[in-house]
């Protein structure tokens, strides 16, 4: 059993930056597919990045793709993902997931078996 508890979201300006980590616990953490999602009001749930247990691969959606960056510490239990230059359409609860074994279909929240509460993320015109 893994636990996740998303921090670090708030209220932030457009062309602003912004730090979600996301704190795990459990034995088997070091091994997991780690993920971010968002999801915004009436609208369905969407993959954001995803980085492997081991950290050498990492994907993310063509939205973010050169604003936002995921990375893990693995030392510290923990997933982050570091946004930059927010845009209002990024507003959306964030969410970190884990999954065991594989990194296979990681744009899929189905493929997850863990989730966080999210942390809602509000970016300003």
């Known amino acids: 059993q893994v636990q996740l508890i998303e921090s670090g979201g708030g209220l932030v300006q457009a062309g602003g930056s912004l730090r979600l980590s996301c704190a795990a616990s459990?034995?088997?953490?070091?091994?997991?597919?780690m993920g971010w999602f968002r999801q915004a009001p009436g609208k369905e749930r969407e993959f954001v990045a995803a980085?492997?247990?081991?950290?050498?691969?990492?994907y993310s959606a063509d939205s973010v793709k050169g604003r936002f960056t995921i990375s893990r510490d693995d030392a510290e239990s923990s997933v982050y993902l570091q946004m930059n230059s927010l845009k209002p359409e990024d507003t959306a609860v964030y969410y970190c997931?884990?999954?065991?074994?594989?990194?296979?279909?990681?744009?899929?929240?189905?493929?997850?078996?863990?989730w966080g509460q999210g942390t809602q993320v509000t970016v300003s015109s």
């Open positions: 980085i492997s247990w081991n950290g050498a691969l990492t």
């Open positions: 997931a884990g999954m065991r074994h594989s990194i296979a279909n990681y744009d899929l929240p189905r493929q997850y078996d863990y």
């Open positions: 459990g034995r088997t953490f070091s091994a997991y597919t």
